[in-house]
């Protein structure tokens, strides 16, 4: 509800404006103001506070009498356009019973949508407080938040200037669930003025609700603990400031006055609202609304009907409160999904689907009108005395935006009670627009399922804040509106005004018949009667993932409504069940062991004949879990920090990486599998950090890289003093070996050192390359920020070229990408946010570099694997935003494919963990969130998998890969391959490369000519042969037009020449 919000030590305010047309004369107000309330409770607190009874302790305030004109009326309670003949809604007297019947109200509403679970009591002073300043006085005005210390102020002057004697007892009530109101003269600030032909009063006072924190800070008061009425043992520490009225006056085309009726009710209930613990569910940056006429604390839903009663609490509100508690949907079953409507007060009238631990759907069957029967409204009349009032569901003089026939169906009064809140939902008379008022098409629309989609990583991180639904693109609490459009809270359309506070085809059954005309004049019913991945609105997360599941069959809008629910496998990715359980803890490595991640394996690939069974690493140790066991099924190896683990046979292997890897030492632990169990066999301790992995040597020996100390499979020491080495894995019987930052080819053939600047460097590292089936052994070295190539030239010589340079870089991976035969390399740069991918001689392949979607970055080394079947490979890639991790495909044009992206889960509470590298294997692809969250899915289309893991698919923890040597066989050309010579982008602007590739070392001369014939570029270079390579031309300079290229190889005597056409546009 309203009420203020701090954030980084400004407030701002929060002032509630309407998106519908206020009444048949009035301008429609043209946009919201900003707000951003401050206070709202986790669901524990809220729930405490949402049982029971609280109680309300109001005061009425008038102010020093003035004739101001940018306030409502004169500073007290005697509003002159109030005492018309004509005014229905809240009529004068204002006084002590006025107020009485308020609380009343609120009595009545919670008591009856919480299921009698909330009660109300309340007592107001019998005084009126007289304060000594003017109404203008306490009114915060300006763009800023500067001046919102007025409004605890008059929260500060209202409740001290109480005369003591007129206090009650309050002694026995729980000062944590005890509200205090300050009911003040004139109109509130909360509808938008300019635009419309109401009178401009912008001294009003917004109406807020102030919780302790807000008093801190407003009143610079750290330990503000409550303003003293007389009550030892209960001080006021919350207010909310609420007008005597939201009516306020107008001039219609004419000149004449008339009177804007508004009732607060709904402001009175939604800020009770914000004392239970309910955040604002509108947008609270812009005010437009968010979930619309459907729940209680949104603007459309405080002013439906003019103010007088807003509908019931949405499903997840009355989970958040503790009301109501939902059921899960089982899935695939021959019974449908039986809802009742929730005014009847029956149990199971929610039901949850789950799509991963922090999203799901709530159903719930809200019915207008479940008992057929006129709604009854109860009136307080000015005089004290109450009437009971009918209103036919037919009767179209009750319009929700419309009062001005209210006259003929009510009792000048305050409305008390009513005998169904839902009725305030979107709905009503449909009647036919054909001469035949009769016409069989009219009808009453009564409502119907509605879907809430539910993302608890943006409450869990937006609630402290109030900013539950300020994200439109991404809201917490969202309606799945059944029209496809999602509308509510958009600008409206000519003629969607009341479209965006949601409308009656929103909600879901089986007569939903919402019609588009297209602009040719055509009719289309978008609604299909069922909910799915191929609907509209469609069921995907909330980041584009799968969900998997179809709701179905809708039934008509009765009062136990049903559907029913299957899942949908996916073509190519679909969830396994059933799932893996979340972990006991929080999962992934710590940032500063993030140069050496730790691996997820899958025991069965790792082990002759071993378990289907997950190892995960955690801050403390492994957790090992067989497909389809319980949480209770966990099993758990200690070993705090453990580095990626080696297996040899049954037994297991893995040193420590721990978050700050300037510590001299680390224990190395064994275990072995013995009847399915792992045991403990023995314990290194105390012994040298690199930091490094723990690899197998080919000798069959362990060692702890980048340290003196190797060891046996027995934890027999070998060596524990001399060199740090680390060595490669092996390519033609050749290894390169890293020892004090020098890399040393085991031939004796080169040796380089590492740069002085990569010397200090926490991560360095040595593997091996066979690039393609004919080729020798080349080597990269991996540095914190440097990926380099140590490869042989066309001339026989060694060399060290930079393949990527950056702050940060991943570990690389090693992939025929683009099926040519020869590996390319690939890495992700934190810093760029990019995925890159280089051939052999450093050019970049076609597509690449590829950034992350929207506003996620992309984590950890790209995995390839054939997904799709079609003997390609594609990139996987995982990827987080500031609340979710997801998982992404790519073909090798870069396009996405199809099934993705994945929710993998959300992150962690501790923001230091990085999530675990993914890991593809056995046609499955296996994910662990930072915060838990194990996940799994079947490939059932995969092919082979090229690199499923973060340090690929070499044993012995050995990061690197040779190319087969039957993979050499390639198509045929001569010396020059014309299918790989080209120049890419074209047209160019600034630059252009051209491609070339030879069937063995050959000398290439480039010449560039322009139409007129004239040399404009060129060069002559020694391909290594065997591979694409590269050459980048700046065009930048060249004028606009046709470009011809020579690209012409030579070598034993022989040449071939192609011909390339360049395009320049500037």
């Known amino acids: 509800m309203s009420r203020l919000l701090m954030k980084s030590g400004s407030l701002t305010l929060l002032s509630w404006l309407l998106l519908f047309p206020l009444s048949a004369i009035a301008d429609q107000p043209a946009d919201y103001l900003l707000a951003a309330p401050y206070y709202s409770a986790d669901e524990t607190a809220a729930k405490a506070r949402a049982s029971g009874t609280i109680h309300i302790v109001a005061v009425m305030v008038e102010f020093q009498e ?41 009595r009545n509403y919670f008591n009856t949508v919480s299921g009698g679970k909330l009660d109300v009591t309340w007592e107001v002073l019998p005084e009126i407080v007289q304060l000594d300043e003017p109404m203008s006085a306490y009114s915060p005005t300006g763009e800023t938040d500067e001046e919102n210390f007025k409004l605890a102020n008059l929260a500060r002057d209202a409740w001290t200037s109480v005369s003591p004697g007129t206090v009650p007892d309050l002694s026995g009530h729980d ?53 003293d009425i007389g009550e030892p043992d209960l001080k006021v520490t919350n207010t909310a400031l609420l007008p005597q009225t939201q009516s306020r006056t107008g001039e219609d085309i004419a000149g004449d006055e008339y009177v804007l009726e508004l009732s607060i009710n709904g402001l009175l209930v939604a800020n009770i609202g914000s004392f239970l613990g309910l955040p604002d569910l509108f947008n609270t940056d ?42 899960d949907i089982t899935l695939d079953t021959e019974e449908p999904v039986r809802l009742p409507a929730v005014s009847l007060r029956e149990e199971n009238s929610i039901a949850r689907h789950a799509i991963s631990s922090d999203e799901h759907f709530l159903v719930e069957n809200r019915h207008r009108n479940p008992s057929n029967e006129a709604l009854e409204l109860t009136i307080r009349t000015p005089d004290g005395n109450y009437v009971t009032r009918t209103v036919e569901p037919d009767d179209e003089r009750f319009d929700p935006f419309d009062a001005s026939d209210y006259d003929e169906i009510l009792e000048p009064g305050v409305i008390v009670n009513v005998s169904n809140f839902d009725w305030s939902l ?123 599941f179809e709701f179905y069959d809708f039934s008509d809008n009765i009062p136990e409504a049903y559907f029913y629910a299957r899942s949908v496998a996916g073509d190519l990715t679909d969830p396994v069940s059933p799932s893996f359980p979340e972990l006991p803890e929080s999962a992934g490595h710590p940032s500063g062991s993030a140069q050496f991640p730790s691996a997820l394996v899958w025991l069965a690939d790792m082990i002759d004949d071993g378990p289907d069974e997950l190892m995960i690493p955690s801050p403390s140790g492994f957790y090992i879990i067989a497909a389809g066991d319980s949480e209770e099924d966990y099993r758990f190896l200690e070993h705090p920090f453990p580095s990626s683990p080696v297996i040899d046979g049954n037994q297991l292997l893995s040193g420590q990486m721990p978050p700050e890897p300037a510590e001299s030492s680390q224990d190395i632990r064994s275990w072995t599998l013995e009847n399915g169990d792992w045991v403990s066999s023995w314990v290194l301790e105390g012994r040298p950090f690199g930091p490094g992995l723990v690899s197998r040597e080919n000798d069959g020996s362990y060692r702890a890289d980048l340290t003196p100390l190797t060891f046996d499979a027995d934890g027999v020491v070998l060596t524990d003093d001399g060199p740090a ?104 740069d934190p810093e760029t946010n990019r995925i890159y991918g280089y051939y052999r001689d450093g050019g970049q392949l076609d597509y690449f570099p590829v950034r992350a979607p929207g506003q996620s ?24 935003d500031s609340l979710t991790m997801t998982i992404h495909a790519y073909d090798r044009w870069m396009n996405r494919v199809e099934g993705f992206p994945l929710t993998a889960g959300s992150l962690s509470d501790d923001n230091d963990l990085e999530p675990h590298p993914l890991l593809i294997t056995g046609n499955r692809l296996f994910s662990v969130a930072p915060s838990g969250e194990v996940r799994v899915w079947d490939l059932p289309e995969a092919g082979e998998i090229a690199w499923g893991r973060v340090y690929g698919m070499q044993a012995g923890n050995k990061a690197g890969r040779n190319m087969d040597r039957e993979r050499s066989e390639r198509d045929a050309f ?34 560039v000519i322009n139409q007129s014939g004239s040399t404009v570029y060129q060069t002559q270079t020694d391909s290594r042969g065997r591979s694409p390579e590269e050459i980048r031309l700046n065009t930048s300079s060249w004028g606009n037009g046709v470009y011809f290229a020579r690209v012409r190889a030579r070598s034993g005597g022989e040449s071939e020449t192609k011909m390339i056409k360049i395009v320049v546009t500037h």
Do not use: C
Request: charge should be negative; aromatic fraction near 10%; avoid cysteine.
């Open 66 to 106: 003035d004739d101001n004109r940018f306030t409502t009326g004169d500073g007290t309670f005697e509003l002159d356009f109030l005492e018309r003949h004509d005014i229905v809604i809240d009529p004068l007297p204002h006084d002590k019973g006025y107020f009485e019947a308020r609380l009343e109200f609120a």
């Open 175 to 227: 000062p944590d669930k005890t509200m205090f109101i300050v009911f003040h003269a004139g109109s509130g600030r909360n509808i938008e003025l300019m635009g419309t032909t109401l009178d401009k009063t912008p001294q009003d006072i917004p109406s807020v609700y102030l919780g302790p924190q807000s008093f801190q800070r407003l009143l610079d008061e750290p330990g503000f603990d409550g303003f």
């Open 286 to 327: 812009s005010g437009a609304s968010a979930i619309g006429r459907f729940g209680l604390m949104d603007g459309a839903s405080i002013f439906s009907y003019l103010g007088l009663f807003p509908p019931e609490p949405s499903a997840w509100e009355k989970i958040h409160l503790g009301w109501q508690e939902p059921f």
């Open 426 to 548: 979107p709905g009503g008379p449909d009647i036919s627009t054909d001469d035949d008022t009769d016409a069989d098409t009219d009808r009453i629309l009564n409502g119907g399922m509605l879907i809430w989609h539910i993302d608890n990583a943006v409450i869990r991180s937006t609630l402290d804040d109030n900013r539950v639904n300020a994200n439109s693109d991404r809201r917490g609490v969202q309606v799945v509106e059944a029209d496809g459009a999602r509308d509510i809270g958009r600008s409206p359309g000519t003629g969607q005004d009341r479209f965006t506070n949601g409308h009656a085809f929103d909600f879901w059954w089986s007569g939903n018949d919402f019609t588009v005309i297209t602009t040719a004049g055509d009719s289309i019913v978008v609604y299909e009667n069922r909910f799915g991945p191929d609907t509209r609105p469609s069921n995907e997360s909330n980041l584009g993932s799968p969900s998997h």
């Open 725 to 828: 080495v680390q060595k490669s894995g092996e390519t033609d019987g050749i290894y390169a070996e890293l020892e004090d930052d020098r890399v040393v080819i085991s031939d004796g053939s080169f040796h380089y050192d590492l740069r002085g600047d990569k010397r200090g460097s926490k991560r360095k590292y040595v593997g091996n390359i066979r690039f393609d089936g004919s080729s020798g052994p080349s080597f990269f070295i991996l540095t914190d920020d440097r990926l380099s190539l140590m490869d042989m030239s066309s001339g026989g010589e060694w060399d060290v070229e930079t393949v990527h340079e950056s702050s940060e870089i991943s570990w690389p991976s090693l992939v025929d990408f683009n099926g040519d035969g020869s590996l390319n390399l690939f890495i992700t």
């Open 857 to 880: 970055r992309f984590t950890g080394s790209p995995l390839f694997a054939d997904i799709t079947g079609d003997g390609h490979q594609e990139l996987v890639a995982a990827a987080v």
């Open 974 to 1007: 001569g010396i020059l391959n014309e299918k790989e010579t080209y120049n890419w982008p074209n047209p160019a602007d600034d630059h252009t490369h051209i491609r070339f590739e030879t069937s063995e070392p050959a000398s290439v001369d480039i010449t």
